[in-house]
């Protein structure tokens, strides 16, 4: 018998970090800034006027996507903004990734990808990172419909060189290569030059790590005109008022005060070297991080086991149990305090481990 399940699209959903309600915990699961947010946002928020509510956002998101166009040296014509850059790069593959070769992206990165690809049926192929943990521009040169990469790449920390950002993109002129730079902010070369050079590069970032405002969703795109108004066109015939009205505030707020956002980056960097260190003092290998968090695996002793331990200890870091990646944590950089935490605890029970015959 036909049941109305049988018209169900039946898709397998990417699984965010969790939030746990622990008051206690140290929290380095889900690559959130440990910082507030600007002064600037919070005064914004407090002057808010509540009785605009009542009316719809701006649906163009005029004044955000202004403070980022004129941020980044644009015209407001090269910026597209949406809740979160996942849904900026949700609205892409929707919009560019519509043909019938498939979708180029590395086997080891953001596990949205395969989600979007597999929800909107969209042809795909993982191209393996080398043994090294990077991403090889020459081995994107087949045939595709798009490619998909973020840069620095997640969960790896590594940096693709602009260079070989270029290559990729010049080798694959008929294609739309989207450039997620979620974490570019925290010291890895940005493609936004590239935009004004090529007519088939996206680059894609968010307002949830390097300005503290994962809660408020505010993502953006840029590329060239004709690219962002194919954005547009999708999104209008999606959802006209994907931002709400606070959010196109406070993202205004944040963009436009630099000295707070130069700063806490630079605390995170500087937490982020000092943990690397610490990290392999006690016997861990990891790539050199260029984001806010480190991808490092012991020598002696299982990730899945340090993971449980860490969690016993109310610190919630993050574990992939997948092929090649199994034996990694991915420990977002807190504050040094937290950090400082992390560090004595890994210290002493491996240390302990050690003793016990172990390791
Ligand atoms: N891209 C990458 C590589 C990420 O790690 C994340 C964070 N989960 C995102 C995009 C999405 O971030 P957001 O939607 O908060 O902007």
Redesign the pocket.
């Known amino acids: 018998m036909k049941t109305w399940k049988d018209n169900v699209r039946s898709v397998v959903p990417y699984v ?2 969790e939030q746990p309600d622990d008051p206690d915990m140290i929290k380095l699961n ?2 959130e800034n440990p910082y507030p947010p600007s002064p600037m946002v919070e005064q914004t928020l407090k002057d808010m006027r509540t009785d605009t509510f009542r009316l719809y956002p701006d649906p163009t998101a005029h004044r955000l996507v202004k403070a980022i166009a004129d941020y980044h040296g644009l015209r407001e014509t090269e910026v597209f903004v949406g ?7 949700a609205m892409a593959f929707m919009t560019f990734f519509n043909g019938s070769d498939p979708i180029l992206f590395p086997d080891i ?2 596990s ?1 990808y395969d989600v979007w690809a597999e929800l909107l049926r969209i042809p795909y192929e993982k191209i393996p990172l080398n043994g090294e943990f990077d991403i090889v521009a020459g081995d994107y040169k087949k045939v595709n419909g798009g490619i998909v990469f ?1 840069n620095p ?3 790896t920390g590594a940096e693709l060189s602009l260079e070989s950002v270029r290559e990729i993109i010049e080798s694959n002129r008929e294609s739309v290569v989207v450039v ?1 730079e ?2 570019v902010d925290f010291g890895a070369e940005t493609a936004l030059p590239l935009i004004r050079e090529y007519d088939n590069v996206l680059v ?6 390097s300005r503290s405002m ?1 809660g408020l ?3 953006y795109a840029c590329g060239n005109e004709e690219m962002i108004r194919c954005l547009n066109d999708v999104k209008y015939s999606f959802n006209s008022y994907t931002m709400d009205a606070t959010v196109l505030e406070l993202g205004e707020a944040s963009i436009k005060d630099e000295t707070y956002f130069r700063e806490t980056i630079g605390k995170i960097t500087e937490t982020r070297e000092w943990t690397q260190a610490q990290l392999a003092r006690l016997g861990f290998s990891f790539k050199d991080s260029k984001a806010n968090f480190v991808f490092a695996a012991h020598e002696s002793c299982p990730a899945s086991e340090l993971f449980a331990r860490l969690r016993e200890e109310h610190i919630y870091v993050r574990y992939f149990n997948k092929p090649r990646i199994s034996n990694h944590l991915r420990i977002t950089i807190g504050t040094p305090e937290e950090m400082r935490k992390l560090i004595e605890f890994l210290e002493h029970y491996l240390a302990e481990r050690k003793e016990k015959g172990e390791a």
């Open positions: 965010p970090g889900t690559n809740v979160g850059s996942d849904d900026v790069l990165t953001y949205f973020p790449n997640a969960p997620d979620a974490y894609v970032r968010t307002f949830s790590k994962a969703r505010i993502g």
